[in-house]
């Protein structure tokens, strides 16, 4: 059962006071199901930054895992006080960022890849790709262009668990599409406010970003120096 909003907004004021120290010492059993606990462990570093600078007051966070193949659901919506799993799904990479498997990420327009990082959701709108929602990037040099160059969530009949069956996804010009029957329903959940966060293990993210676990970003950049 979710806790009251009174209740919740405590707990989240003890989960700040410990994090990430908090967020390191989590038991196995503590991290929702099918998220790596590396992946969990930044993911969280990065909600408390976007909720210490002011950027998010939502206990919403979405996690894309995009070093999992575009064929198994690599997006989840998790309550960050409860660790409950709120909704999942299919989400495709941009084109330039790989086949299967997206292994090449950019904060340039025209590169047609996707953005790492940590986002704020923006109000749902209706555009060319129907009903979408805005992100906005909050790490300078990494995807802080995210706006500029167009990247949000929308639907596409290109992504489904259909065509993952088969093996094979559609991909996007740098947006992270989900299935058309499930946009309206993860953007309603996730709009205004909340916290996206896109990881892949890059060289260059894991060195450069400041809303990451940097104990768990050092270990990341050791193993594979």
Known sequence: MTPP???????FAVLLAVAPAGVAAQEPDAIPGGISPEVFRHALAAHKEATTEGKTTSLTLTIIDYSRPDTVR???VVDVVTREILDSDYVAH?????DRFATHFSNRDGTHQS???TFITGLPYEGIRGHSLRLYGLEPGINDNAYARGLVFHGTTGVSAAKALRGSQGRTEGCPAVPSESARRLIARIANGSVVFAWYPDREFLEKS???DRGAAAERLGAIE
């Open 5 to 11: 909003p009174t209740l919740r907004t405590g707990l």
């Open 74 to 76: 690599r997006l989840w």
């Open 94 to 98: 941009g084109e330039g960022s790989g």
């Open 115 to 117: 953005s790492l990082g």
């Open 210 to 212: 400041g809303f990451l």
